[in-house]
């Protein structure tokens, strides 16, 4: 078959659909907790049926008020926040917050937030107990700061991932998803820890801890002084994130971090991202993930590729590459 008959039969028959541990998803683009809230206040100006899967805003088991303000920067590429999980607590979420979403056609995932292993076991119990059709599973979200521990956070120690990990792999039989921090040295043995224990994929990544200073007054914008930096500035952070967990697990990846356009997009595909979140660029446009959806058919098309298949971990680095190491 020559290119051109590659490429003009691909244009009809290109198809998104991906899985996950064994939940098929019509298209990888996903939404990233915290940047889409439960759905409705999106629901205006996005085709919310057309996303692959929404990931909820991380839910605790009280809830949550959140940081002082001011809790949101600006900044050249993307944005610093110390939100503070704000969110409306495990009752509200099963009774308001899912069956508002299940009227959508398309999958949930639940985050979850906690500050201890019995916490993240309570949350994933009483969702599971109430979870609606479309709820396919749950992302741990390990960035939180594990009080009884002296604030440092889950993500942080390996020990404490593992600990999580193997608490709630009992529980569900739905995704079971680790979202993991990029502020460590490396990733991989938090990959290889998620595996281990059961988790049937990995997030990747959560914001990078990051701080502005407002030169008048001497003082940091943020009330909590560092905040997490997301947007176009942290995706070359997450891409290497990517590539090294991807060589550390055989886990599915789901890349996340500065996605603004389907190339943004292809990048963690190529490096072998089988879906990935749109965060802060919903706050520019709340449809974006549908945007992004259509320039990759378009892009697929373009490259003569038919399935995600094609393009799905195709990196090539050579070994020359590599030695250079600089
Ligand atoms: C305002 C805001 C709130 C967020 N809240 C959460 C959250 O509750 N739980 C979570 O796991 N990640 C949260 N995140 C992180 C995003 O889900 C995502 O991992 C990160 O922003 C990187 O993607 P992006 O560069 O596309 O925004 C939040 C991000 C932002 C900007």
Redesign the pocket.
């Known amino acids: 078959m020559s290119v051109n008959e590659k490429s003009s039969k691909s244009a009809t028959t290109v198809n998104l659909g991906i899985e996950i541990a064994g939940v098929r998803f019509a298209n990888p683009i996903f939404v ?4 889409f809230g439960y759905g409705s206040e999106a629901a205006r100006f996005c085709d919310i049926s057309g996303i692959g899967a929404i ?1 909820t ?2 839910v605790s088991w009280n809830p949550r008020p959140g940081n002082f303000p001011r ?2 920067v600006e900044t050249p590429s ?2 610093l ?1 110390s ?1 503070g ?3 409306v607590g495990v009752d509200a979420f099963v009774t308001e917050k899912l069956p508002y979403l299940a009227e959508f056609d398309t999958k949930i995932i639940a ?1 979850i ?1 906690a500050s201890s292993v019995g916490e993240y076991c309570s949350v994933l119990e009483k969702i599971e107990a109430n979870a609606t059709g479309n709820l396919v599973g749950y ?1 741990i ?1 390990v ?2 700061p594990n009080v009884k521990d002296g604030g440092l956070s889950f993500g942080t120690n390996v020990g404490m991932v593992e600990e999580v990990v193997r608490a709630l792999r009992p529980l569900t039989k739905k995704l079971l998803a680790i ?1 993991l921090t990029p502020n460590v040295t490396s990733v991989a043995p938090f990959a290889q820890a998620c595996e281990d224990c059961g988790a049937d994929a990995i ?1 990747l ?3 990078v801890v990051g701080m502005s200073v407002d030169i008048r007054t001497k003082r940091p914008r943020l009330s909590t002084v560092t905040g ?1 930096l ?6 070359p952070i ?1 891409i290497a994130k990517v590539y090294e967990a991807r060589k550390a697990t055989k886990l599915p990846i789901i890349g ?5 356009t389907a190339s943004d997009a292809m990048e963690f595909f190529i490096v072998g991202a089988s879906a990935v ?7 520019v446009h709340p449809d974006a993930s549908i945007r992004v959806r259509d320039e990759l058919t378009q892009l697929l098309t373009s490259q003569g590729c038919s399935s995600m298949k094609d393009v799905i971990g195709t990196l090539e680095v050579s070994g020359e590459m590599r030695s250079l190491g600089w």
């Open positions: 990233a907790s915290g940047t990931v805003k991380s809790r949101i993307g944005m926040n939100i999980l704000a969110n985050n937030a992302e979200n960035s939180c979202k997030s990544i959560n914001t997490g997301s947007g176009p500035a942290i995706r997450a996340i971090g500065g996605i603004a979140q749109i965060g802060t660029m919903n706050f």
